[in-house]
C-alpha cells in the first residue's frame, strides 16, 4: 500500500500563502488519484480538493476554490497544495490520501490516514 507524508505547514498571517507537500512511497494500481483533506477543531474532516492521475481532472472545495491550487509531480511521486489568500477559517491539520477517483472525495470513505501537517492561519 502507498504510505504517504504531508509537510510544509506552519503559522501564517492571514492573507498569506502556504504550499503543501505530500510524498508517496510504494505503489498503487487502482488507487492513483489523489486528495487533500483538512480537519479543524471541533469540526470533522472535510474535501479540499483532489486530482486525477494525470492531473487532467481536479476538484475543489467552494470553500478553497480560487484560493488553492492543487498539483502533482507523478516523476516525484509528490501532490501538492498552493493555498493562497489563507484565511482564519482555513486552520487545520491538513492530510492526503490516495483516492480510488478524483471525483471519489467524502473523506468517510477512507480509513487509513496519516499524521497530517498543522497549517495555523493568525487575523
Known amino acids: 500500500q502507498v504510505q504517504l507524508v504531508e509537510s510544509g505547514g506552519g503559522l501564517v498571517q492571514a492573507g498569506g500563502s502556504l504550499r503543501l507537500s505530500c510524498a508517496a512511497s510504494?505503489?498503487?494500481?487502482?488507487?492513483?488519484?489523489m486528495g487533500w483533506f483538512r480537519q479543524a477543531p471541533g469540526k470533522e474532516r472535510e474535501f479540499v480538493a483532489t486530482?486525477?492521475?494525470?492531473?487532467?481532472?481536479?476538484y475543489y472545495a467552494d470553500s478553497v476554490k480560487g484560493r488553492f491550487i492543487i498539483s502533482r509531480d507523478n516523476a516525484k511521486n509528490t501532490m501538492y497544495l498552493r493555498m493562497n489568500s489563507l484565511k482564519p477559517e482555513d486552520t487545520a491539520v491538513y492530510h492526503c490520501?490516495?483516492?480510488?477517483?478524483?471525483?471519489?472525495?467524502?473523506?468517510?470513505?477512507?480509513?487509513?490516514w496519516g499524521q497530517g501537517t498543522q497549517v495555523t492561519v493568525s487575523s
Open positions: 490520501n490516495a483516492l480510488n477517483s478524483a471525483s471519489d472525495y467524502d473523506p468517510k470513505r477512507y480509513h487509513y
Open positions: 486530482i486525477s492521475w494525470s492531473g487532467s481532472i481536479k
Open positions: 510504494g505503489r498503487t494500481s487502482s488507487s492513483t488519484a
